[in-house]
């Protein structure tokens, strides 16, 4: 008899909610019979999955917009998104994948022409402190990672982060010794310091020492090469974005950053070299260089035109030969000042 009344298609309505029901049932599981625990398990993951091929589609058919609406809807209705972030550890790898790229999508789904994900986000700020935290396991950090990502699309998370102790903690993150975790929490790094302009911007400006200190400390004079390469190339785009102007002048005119910058543009790497440049052109073109930076750039004068004589890229560039042809203008120009 069964076979004569097939079961209704789910919509997503319903895989949103046997999802949230399973999700709940993992994260207070005290069920002692292994059998009941792994026939759930294995229903969340196929649900996750199926939440996934609803958002993305698959080989037969394209995502549905109206489809995707009400997963969303349902999805941040209730707290879905917290207890998929929170049982992640307990799913097994290929759902692990699913789930994050199902938390994913969600962040660009408008519903109403709204990113609900960014008011549910908001209202739960919190979670952000068990993404980031997600760095310190192995097992999770690559997948709490490309969640934190997404999630920091949104301007008031981002923020949140910025402005928490977190920060703090990436200039470890960046030099754990696994280079797959360093190289995700400096993706994230990155991200937090170009994304949203101006909260970036405030950001500097109200913390300027101390994030300077760290950056040059543990990134800039890492001894590590790829964490100095990274730290070198990201500090040109902070400082050359116009949004950090009054950021970049305070830096250029700071002897010990001159000095870190100098090194750097000593270093054996052809692209670190380059990178080192960027930034040090913009403490030659400052017109109202302090003078313990004059007196700097005086003493290494003739070191300096040597080094940028023979000072090419691997193809042939205009813009950096004019750079470069204009650094070499401001430091021939450059006279000792009179001191009062």
């Known amino acids: 008899m069964k076979g ?40 969340l993951c196929k649900n996750i999955r199926e939440l996934k091929v609803i958002l993305y589609g698959n080989s037969e058919s394209e995502p549905v917009s109206e489809a995707c609406a009400q997963l969303t809807q349902e999805f941040f209705r209730e707290n879905t998104l917290r207890l998929m972030i929170t049982c992640l550890p307990k799913l097994n790898l290929e759902a692990r994948k699913d789930a994050t790229q199902v938390v994913a999508n969600l962040q660009r789904q408008q519903v ?74 400096a993706a994230t790094f990155k991200e937090l310091l170009t994304r949203h302009k101006s909260t ?37 785009d902070i400082l050359l974005d116009r949004s950090n102007s009054a950021v970049m002048t305070r830096y250029v005119s700071s002897r010990d950053n001159l000095r870190i910058l100098m090194n750097l543009l000593r270093e054996s790497s052809k692209s670190i070299q380059i990178e080192a440049f960027h930034v040090f052109k913009l403490f030659a073109a400052n017109q109202n260089k302090p003078p313990d930076i004059v007196s700097i750039l005086i003493a290494n004068k003739s070191k300096l035109l040597r080094l940028f004589a023979d000072f090419k890229t691997d193809r042939e560039d205009e813009q950096f030969e004019a750079d470069k042809a204009q650094v070499v203008k401001e430091i021939v120009a450059l006279e000792p000042r009179d001191r009062p």
Request: overall charge negative; aromatic content about 12%; proline content about 2%.
């Open 4 to 43: 004569l009344f097939k079961s209704k298609p789910r919509t997503p309505v319903d895989i949103v909610r046997q999802t949230r029901n399973l999700l709940i049932y993992a994260d207070n599981c005290t069920d002692s019979r292994e059998s009941k625990r792994e026939e759930k398990t294995a229903e």
């Open 200 to 236: 970036v911007a405030e950001f500097l400006s109200k913390n300027y020492d101390w994030f300077f200190a760290e950056y040059n400390s543990k990134l800039l004079e890492s001894s590590n090469y790829i964490t100095r390469r990274q730290a070198v190339k990201l500090l040109g």
């Open 112 to 185: 109403q022409s709204r990113l609900i994900a960014s008011d549910y986000l908001e209202a739960n700020v919190d979670l952000m402190d068990i993404l980031i935290a997600g760095y310190e396991n192995t097992d999770m950090a690559l997948h709490y990672g490309a969640m934190l990502r997404e999630c920091i699309r949104h301007q008031t998370v981002a923020r949140y982060v910025l402005e928490s102790q977190h920060m703090k903690k990436f200039f470890d993150y960046i030099q754990l010794p696994n280079f797959d975790v360093a190289a995700d929490a």
